[in-house]
């Protein structure tokens, strides 16, 4: 499998990594919800919603990528949702699913074209069936809160140590340490972390090369980073732009 293709920019130059904790038996319900309501619902406000997923370990987590422009169209678009008719109408349906929604980490791509490619098309919703792929996130937490070798780790390390197991880099970033500019959605502003998705062609391709259970033994740690290390296993939903089968993430028009 070839990398994919060098490129100047990334789709979102911040980005939000969400994961919920939902009752047990509620997560297709959301996911429902939001694949047909809380997409382009969201980018016609000027934000990019990145990819949505199955956590494949965890049957209530569902954990999803929302993109921004910068700090300031965050809050406006951020602000504009959660005011407008759509939340409006739907928020108690979504947050029946919930029993947390706090985890979310605040994200920039750790050099500018790190982040995910701004090259993929989105299914419509009468085109959007089951999807290939499988995407891997590592959230590795930063001792000191220096993130100064995550691009040596992830470019001479990680790409490579990939590339062999038949699986590529999407995308790397660091935390944004701007402070929250809409505090009605927390975010861990004490979170000092570098994070990497990797993306594989399917999960039968993924588990030929790396057993279940086995993940922790072949993601090495970057420099200055330290345990716990998370890793998500994660299922792409009918209309996540990014699947782990592709390079990109949706092109959204504005």
């Known amino acids: 499998m070839s990398p994919p293709r060098d490129r100047e920019v990334s789709c979102s130059p911040i980005v939000e ?33 990145i990819g949505q997923f199955r956590d494949l370990d965890d049957p209530d987590r569902f954990v999803w990528i929302r993109g921004f422009h910068d700090m300031r169209r965050r809050a406006e678009g951020l602000q504009a949702f959660y005011d407008g008719p759509v939340w409006r109408e739907h928020r108690a349906a979504a947050n029946a699913t919930m029993i947390d929604s706090d985890n979310v980490l605040l994200l920039r791509p750790a050099r500018p074209s790190s982040g995910f490619s701004p090259d993929l098309v989105r299914p419509a919703h009468e085109d959007a069936n089951a999807r290939d792929g499988m995407v891997v996130a590592a959230v590795c937490p930063f001792v000191n809160g220096r993130t100064d070798e995550s691009v040596g780790f992830a470019e001479g390390t990680l790409r490579p140590a990939l590339l062999a197991l038949g699986a590529h880099l999407l995308a790397y970033f660091v935390t944004e340490d701007t402070p929250n500019n809409f505090p009605r959605l927390p975010v861990r502003e004490d979170a000092h972390v570098f994070v990497w998705f990797a993306g594989f062609a399917g999960v039968s391709e993924a588990r030929q090369v790396i057993p279940d259970g086995g993940w922790s033994r072949w993601i090495s740690m970057p420099p200055g980073t330290d345990a716990p290390l998370q890793v998500l296993r994660l299922l792409p939903t009918s209309r996540s732009a990014v699947t782990g089968s592709s390079t990109g993430c949706a092109t959204i028009p504005h």
């Open 17 to 49: 990594l969400r994961q919920y904790i939902l009752h047990p038996g509620r997560r297709d319900v959301l996911i429902e919800l939001f694949d047909r309501e809380f997409i382009e619902t969201q980018e016609v406000l000027g934000m990019t919603v």
